[in-house]
């Protein structure tokens, strides 16, 4: 069995088979698939870049892991070797890196045999010109699948930066005055213009992915492949990255089995999923026992093979640094989300916001002067959008006292360090402060 892992940069649930206004109809055949399974209630164990992807690939939560906050500021893996593609390869794989990563230094890569940099073209302006990036991470994806000649299974990692941003200039086609902006974000001529690009943004991605699973089929080896369609954390816009609300740590998952499975009709599943449960899954999957480190997650292959519908009683979330510090931890259930932070501080931090058209508008309309609740209770079926704080209602009581009780459960079973109160910055890290508006200026890039 051979594995391919496609994943987006703060893309959330922003394709057509989650039945958001968008084209994308590589991703949309992929769902469409004989055997797929396409979850609608998944989950990243952070809302952060490197912290959710590091979950995804180490099994472990973030905090487990090491995986704190940012790799491109400071920090890193506890245990390089605590990673899929590195378990991979000792079992027998050929491994491939199209694209970005965003977990280890290029130094620190250790489970990759291949590794596919494409030329960084500029824009006029000097910056990176992440369509013509993307669309080379994707024929250099496609080159590796037609033209390998390794006779082992293949794991091939393939990122895209995009829906990231900066966004491109949206498409002629795409008139900014006919789109919606996402929920929770005011309906404004520039908000559209911002959602125009957004959009374009999905449409590019879509391209690739199918520009890498043309090559799947024209290798001939789509039906022993493993299919993993998914991305980081919840888009670029207010409310949603760095959020522990659905809109942050909501992800599309996509999955499609070898065709030796079982089920050959697609299939969708509303069971509650964290993306910890991909490493058991993969396991599963290989029949090949789970490693030394404690995985978080358990194996999907049930909910894929269509032979239960229950998922998890409850998944957990956390961002502990973003740009700058914001500690808090999460459990949701399928009816409840509990939040708590833990910084003393209750004011937003408005570098963990990405600079957008909507954040000016948060700014200008007083947001950073908004304190928050130290406890956000939210009741899924009453309140989707998590909106309206239930925390202090005695109605909830009893709810809030048992999801108070299993957070805490787990921060204990994990060994949390935010139980020993504030987390320091790695050696040579660096984070923004509070009152800092934006996050710094000019970081370099990062695979």
Request: glycine share 8%; proline share 9%.
């Given at each position: 069995?051979?594995?391919?892992?496609?994943?987006?940069?703060?893309?959330?649930?922003?394709?057509?088979?989650?039945?958001?206004?968008?084209?994308?109809?590589?991703?949309?055949?992929?769902?469409?698939?004989?055997?797929?399974?396409?979850?609608?209630?998944?989950?990243?164990?952070?809302?952060?870049?490197?912290?959710?992807?590091?979950?995804?690939?180490?099994?472990?939560?973030p905090h487990e892991s090491?995986?704190?906050?940012?790799?491109?500021?400071?920090?890193?893996?506890?245990?390089?070797?605590?990673?899929?593609?590195?378990?991979?390869?000792?079992?027998?794989f050929e491994t491939a890196?199209?694209?970005?990563?965003?977990?280890?230094?290029?130094?620190?890569?250790?489970?990759?045999?291949?590794?596919?940099?494409?030329?960084?073209?500029?824009?006029?302006?000097?910056?990176?010109?992440?369509?013509?990036?993307?669309?080379?991470?994707?024929?250099?994806?496609?080159?590796?699948?037609?033209?390998?000649?390794?006779?082992?299974?293949?794991?091939?990692?393939?990122?895209?930066?995009?829906?990231?941003?900066?966004?491109?200039?949206?498409?002629?086609?795409?008139?900014?005055?006919?789109?919606?902006?996402?929920?929770?974000?005011?309906?404004?001529?520039?908000?559209?213009?911002?959602?125009?690009?957004?959009?374009?943004?999905?449409?590019?991605?879509?391209?690739?992915?199918?520009?890498?699973?043309?090559?799947?089929?024209?290798?001939?080896?789509?039906?022993?492949?493993?299919?993993?369609?998914?991305?980081?954390?919840?888009?670029?816009?207010?409310?949603?990255?760095?959020?522990?609300?659905?809109?942050?740590?909501?992800?599309?998952?996509?999955?499609?089995?070898?065709?030796?499975?079982?089920?050959?009709?697609?299939?969708?599943?509303?069971?509650?999923?964290?993306?910890?449960?991909?490493?058991?899954?993969?396991?599963?999957?290989?029949?090949?026992?789970?490693?030394?480190?404690?995985?978080?997650?358990?194996?999907?292959?049930?909910?894929?093979?269509?032979?239960?519908?229950?998922?998890?009683?409850?998944?957990?979330?956390?961002?502990?640094?973003?740009?700058?510090?914001?500690?808090?931890?999460s459990i949701r259930t399928?009816?409840?989300?509990?939040?708590?932070?833990?910084?003393?501080?209750?004011?937003?931090?408005?570098?963990?916001?990405?600079?957008?058209?909507?954040?000016?508008?948060?700014?200008?309309?007083?947001?950073?002067?908004?304190?928050?609740?130290?406890?956000?209770?939210?009741?899924?079926?009453?309140?989707?959008?998590?909106?309206?704080?239930?925390?202090?209602?005695?109605?909830?009581?009893?709810?809030?006292?048992?999801?108070?009780?299993?957070?805490?459960?787990?921060?204990?079973?994990?060994?949390?360090?935010?139980?020993?109160?504030?987390?320091?910055?790695?050696?040579?890290?660096?984070?923004?402060?509070?009152?800092?508006?934006?996050?710094?200026?000019?970081?370099?890039?990062?695979?």
């Open positions: 069995m051979n594995l391919l892992y496609l994943h987006a940069h703060d893309l959330g649930r922003w394709i057509a088979p989650y039945g958001h206004a968008v084209e994308t109809p590589a991703l949309s055949d992929l769902a469409n698939r004989p055997g797929t399974c396409l979850f609608r209630n998944a989950h990243s164990a952070a809302p952060t870049c490197s912290p959710s992807r590091a979950a995804l690939l180490t099994g472990m939560t090491g995986m704190l906050g940012l790799m491109h500021r400071g920090f890193r893996l506890t245990d390089p070797d605590h990673h899929l593609a590195v378990f991979l390869k000792n079992r027998g890196l199209a694209g970005i990563q965003h977990l280890q230094p290029g130094a620190d890569l250790r489970g990759y045999d291949h590794r596919f940099n494409p030329v960084k073209s500029l824009t006029q302006q000097g910056q990176v010109d992440w369509k013509v990036w993307d669309a080379a991470v994707a024929e250099a994806a496609a080159g590796f699948l037609e033209n390998r000649d390794d006779e082992r299974p293949f794991f091939l990692d393939c990122g895209f930066w995009l829906p990231h941003r900066p966004f491109p200039e949206p498409d002629s086609d795409i008139e900014p005055d006919r789109v919606q902006p996402p929920p929770g974000i005011a309906d404004t001529p520039a908000h559209r213009e911002d959602m125009a690009a957004f959009l374009t943004a999905v449409r590019h991605l879509d391209r690739c992915c199918g520009e890498v699973l043309d090559a799947l089929d024209r290798a001939g080896v789509a039906d022993e492949t493993l299919i993993v369609f998914t991305t980081d954390h919840g888009p670029a816009f207010p409310g949603y990255k760095c959020r522990l609300t659905g809109r942050g740590t909501g992800v599309s998952l996509v999955i499609r089995p070898p065709r030796t499975a079982t089920n050959q009709f697609p299939e969708t599943s509303d069971a509650l999923v964290s993306q910890l449960d991909l490493f058991p899954t993969i396991c599963d999957y290989l029949e090949t026992p789970a490693p030394d480190w404690p995985l978080r997650g358990e194996s999907l292959r049930p909910l894929i093979d269509g032979k239960t519908r229950e998922g998890r009683e409850a998944v957990f979330g956390e961002v502990t640094y973003h740009a700058g510090y914001e500690p808090m931890r399928a009816t409840h989300s509990l939040i708590r932070l833990f910084d003393n501080d209750l004011r937003p931090v408005p570098a963990n916001v990405d600079d957008s058209p909507a954040k000016d508008t948060w700014i200008e309309a007083g947001g950073r002067e908004r304190p928050r609740e130290a406890w956000q209770l939210f009741d899924l079926r009453l309140d989707p959008l998590e909106t309206r704080n239930v925390a202090d209602d005695p109605a909830y009581a009893g709810v809030r006292v048992d999801l108070e009780d299993r957070l805490e459960r787990w921060m204990r079973e994990t060994k949390d360090p935010l139980l020993d109160g504030p987390v320091a910055l790695p050696e040579g890290g660096y984070a923004n402060a509070r009152e800092h508006l934006s996050a710094t200026i000019g970081e370099p890039w990062t695979e």
